[in-house]
């Protein structure tokens, strides 16, 4: 087969790229800017071009998959619908990918890039092993793709964005949560929890679904769905609104703090940089397990992929060096430079609410320590909308340096700037950077610890950084 993608470039495109490569299809593509993940297709012999370009399409194209992110006015896109080209989305080649397999999925709000990882890094310190589709490239594997053709389980991160998850037939599902997101699609916070009830009933009856302690609670503390196996009658005719019903039989709860759930984490210390914490499952107590030199907020994480890799039959000791054997994702809380003397972690943070708790998990596990923080905004309108809970969760840094925003598709908003950002900001040791001049100041504040954060195309600073940090050390 002949395969063509409209924005190989992107995370999830590219694992199904070196997917059908792998294989031995025919694989090339089209992208808006080069990046490091499309030379890495490039060197792996996929054809990667960069304009808009109808001629530059191979001719005898068997199928070409898009992003929902591409835009329906795009050349490409219009000539290979009118070429009668068979045009597919990522979630629908995903969905065809994984039928007839154990698939794994995980999907939320935030989270399940680690919890993908994680439990794929985890099945692949058992017997069962797995395949796997990554939304972030992962440390111990070097790639965001895993292929394993012995093993019958495929893990695949299961993305709410355009409903796309709805492609997925889940043998087991996670959800890790249910915060108002992609509202642009969804419209509401209720149309978007509507859409995670299906992803949740369309789970295999012969599986497990593995959900976040109180992710289907309502804004206002009430439960929006009945659990199947709890019986509740309601009488017909009472003019009860329709509840919905979470049909699976096998539903597990976890979360990290809090006693009511099936699974959850006890005893979480820090020793050295690494966490560790016991795990009370339904059949008992795990202790002492190993997580080395990750987040704070990963310990849930870890307590679902846990779950998820018992219920596929790890063994204790599988499991505890699977755990801490696990060197995390590119970009999520990623150590650069680990030494006594200075420690550089790389973050991908870009809510307000995901960068307050990369700092609080830096403050934990290096208690007393300077720690000069630099973000770069993404997107005008995120900026606009949470300008003063930026300038709130940044103040828990020592030296705050900001670079401009990153605008992504968006045009500039008058007045939206990363300096108005800065004036909200109650401090005196902050400064607004280019790249290039970030690399001069950081080195001259004498950090203990160093945090690059954002969406953006910061991480094109981030081994520049690491070397300028690495040479001042010697």
């Not at 792998?22 to 990046?35: C, E, H, L, N």
């Not at 629908?92 to 990882?117: D, F, M, N, P, Y």
């Not at 969804?186 to 369309?202: R, W």
């Not at 820090?270 to 310990?299: H, Q």
């Amino acid at each position: 087969m002949n395969y063509y993608f409209l924005g190989i470039g992107g995370i999830g495109m590219s694992a199904l790229a070196r997917f059908f490569k792998r294989r031995g299809d025919m694989v090339s593509g089209y992208d808006r800017t080069p990046s490091p993940l499309t030379e890495e297709l490039e060197r792996e012999g996929i054809a990667v071009h960069y304009d808009d370009n109808p001629s530059l399409i191979p001719a005898n194209i068997d199928k070409a998959v898009y992003t929902p992110a591409v835009p329906q006015d795009l050349q490409e896109f219009v000539a290979l619908r009118e070429r009668g080209v068979k045009l597919e989305k990522r979630s629908q080649v995903l969905g065809e990918l994984t039928r007839g397999k154990k698939c794994i999925a995980v999907a939320g709000s935030h989270g399940k890039t680690t919890t993908t990882t994680l439990i794929a890094h985890l099945l692949s310190k058992g017997d069962c092993g797995c395949s796997a589709f990554l939304g972030g490239l992962s440390k111990n594997f070097g790639s965001n793709l895993l292929v394993n053709n012995k093993s019958e389980y495929v893990v695949v991160e299961a993305d709410e964005y355009d409903r796309s998850f709805l492609q997925l037939h889940p043998y087991m599902a996670v959800i890790t949560a249910t915060d108002p997101d992609h509202l642009d699609i969804y419209g509401t916070h209720e149309a978007m929890m509507d859409a995670y009830v299906q992803f949740a009933n369309q789970t295999d009856v012969e599986g497990r679904l593995f959900l976040k302690e109180g992710i289907f609670r309502t804004l206002d503390g009430e439960e929006y769905v009945e659990y199947g196996h709890e019986h509740h009658h309601h009488e017909e005719g009472h003019g009860h609104e329709e509840v919905r019903k979470l049909a699976n039989p096998n539903i597990s709860t976890y979360t990290a703090h809090g006693i009511d759930a099936d699974y959850y984490a006890i005893n979480v210390r820090t020793y050295n940089g690494n966490l560790f914490f016991d795990m009370r499952t339904p059949d008992g107590v795990l202790y002492d397990l190993e997580l080395e030199g990750t987040a704070l907020f990963n310990v849930e994480n870890a307590v679902v992929a846990s779950a998820v890799a018992l219920a596929c039959g790890l063994d204790q000791h599988q499991l505890r060096n699977g755990l801490k054997t696990f060197a995390g994702v590119r970009r999520r809380f990623d150590y650069r430079i680990r030494e006594k003397e200075l420690v550089y972690i790389d973050d991908y943070a870009h809510h307000p609410q995901e960068i307050a708790s990369t700092i609080e998990s830096v403050r934990y596990l290096y208690p007393g320590k300077r720690i000069v923080g630099i973000f770069q905004p993404h997107l005008y309108t995120r900026t606009r909308d949470f300008a003063d809970e930026f300038a709130k969760v940044l103040q828990g840094l020592d030296e705050i340096i900001m670079m401009p925003i990153y605008p992504a598709r968006e045009k500039p908003i008058p007045g939206i700037t990363s300096s108005m950002v800065l004036r909200k900001i109650d401090s005196m040791s902050k400064y607004l950077c280019t790249a290039d001049q970030v690399l001069e100041l950081v080195p001259a504040l004498c950090p203990d610890v160093v945090l690059t954060l954002g969406a953006g195309d910061i991480d094109r600073i981030v081994p520049r950084l690491e070397a300028t940090l690495k040479e001042q050390m010697l």
